[in-house]
């Protein structure tokens, strides 16, 4: 007897082309959208982020500055009607003048009140060497005056800033004469001046004191040769002299502007040190003090930067920058 097989009925389940494109396209279309999802959210938080980092350290910078305004007695840089990178006030705390706000920059000079106060420094010119840690623009000169001032018209000095090596040998710019104030900084504006890293530069101070305990420098002991001084007529200033070398190193410095790159902003109080008023977080351009004071009126000045997000790493971030404008009044 023979034994018949007969095709098992039962059939193996599979897919076809069709639907697999299909499940394939599906789950394309759902990963899309969740990578859409947080990719959206990521970009709103780093939005939000940067947007809130400007708009607060803006505030906070500029409530800074008007405050200061606010408490201060005068302005001394710049000049009424005129703008500058930099702004420089009389405060009633004497310690604490001048107080100076300006871009992230370096000291050319000594910013330090000098152990000891010089002698005769009346009708003649004062000066002393730096070299240069930075290239940048120049637009005040600050020096410390001793505790004895000249009853007016005797209380004036001007300052210039030279560059030579051993001596003076090219004025490149003078300022006014400005009244000055005893046992404390007391600011010169100039017009800006180009210095270069490496360079040597001699900032000097003439006053028109009678007598040879007047309007006297602070002064500490220095390298040979640092500061030279020669005998010169108040209000005049030879194009380039020489005169007697001494080792003293004169309280006389000016901050060099290096604001072709965006940076910081820093407040400088009398003889302290250089204090940053934003962080890295940000970078601050076209810092700009206008005095706008009025004769009769203690004094009133607009403040202006542009503050944007630093982006480190080049990473693809939300690209954005405020700029911040007001103007504030000496003694309000």
Do not use: C
Request: aromatic share 8%; proline share 4%.
């Amino acid at each position: 007897m023979k034994m018949r097989f007969s095709p098992s009925t039962t059939q193996q389940a599979g897919y076809t082309l069709i639907e697999l494109l299909l499940y394939v396209a599906i789950i394309g279309t759902l990963l899309t959208a969740v990578v859409f999802f947080f990719s959206t959210t990521t970009d709103a938080r780093v939005k939000n982020q940067t947007i809130l980092e400007v708009n607060d350290q803006g505030t906070a910078l500029m409530d800074s500055i008007t405050q200061v305004v606010h408490n201060a007695t005068s302005i001394t840089a710049p000049s009424t009607g005129t703008s500058a990178p930099s702004l420089t006030l009389v405060v009633p705390t004497g310690t604490l003048s001048p107080t100076v706000f300006s871009l992230s920059g370096t000291t050319l000079g000594y910013s330090t009140m000098g152990t000891t106060t010089d002698s005769s420094d009346s009708g003649s010119i004062n000066a002393t060497k730096f070299v240069a840690s930075a290239s940048g623009t120049v637009s005040t000169l600050y020096s410390f005056v001793g505790a004895t001032v000249a009853a007016s018209p005797n209380n004036k000095a001007q300052m210039a800033i030279y560059s030579g090596t051993s001596s003076p040998t090219t004025l490149l710019a003078s300022s006014a004469s400005n009244t000055l104030m005893a046992n404390s900084w007391n600011a010169f504006t100039i017009s800006p001046v180009t210095v270069t890293s490496g360079q040597t530069y001699w900032i000097a101070y003439n006053t028109n004191g009678l007598v040879a305990a007047d309007n006297d420098l602070k002064d500490h002991t220095g390298t040979t040769n640092q500061s030279m001084f020669t005998s010169q007529t108040f209000g005049t200033w030879p194009a380039s002299w020489t005169g007697t070398n001494q080792s003293i190193e004169f309280s006389m410095y000016a901050m060099i502007d290096t604001t072709a790159t965006p940076g910081t902003v820093q407040i400088k109080e009398g003889a302290g040190a250089l204090v940053s008023l934003t962080s890295n977080d940000v970078q601050l351009s076209g810092l700009t003090f206008k005095n706008l004071s009025r004769a009769s009126t203690p004094g009133a000045v607009q403040i202006s930067f542009v503050l944007s997000r630093v982006n480190p790493s080049n990473k693809t971030e939300f690209d954005y920058q405020r700029t911040f404008t007001t103007t504030a009044e000496v003694g309000w």
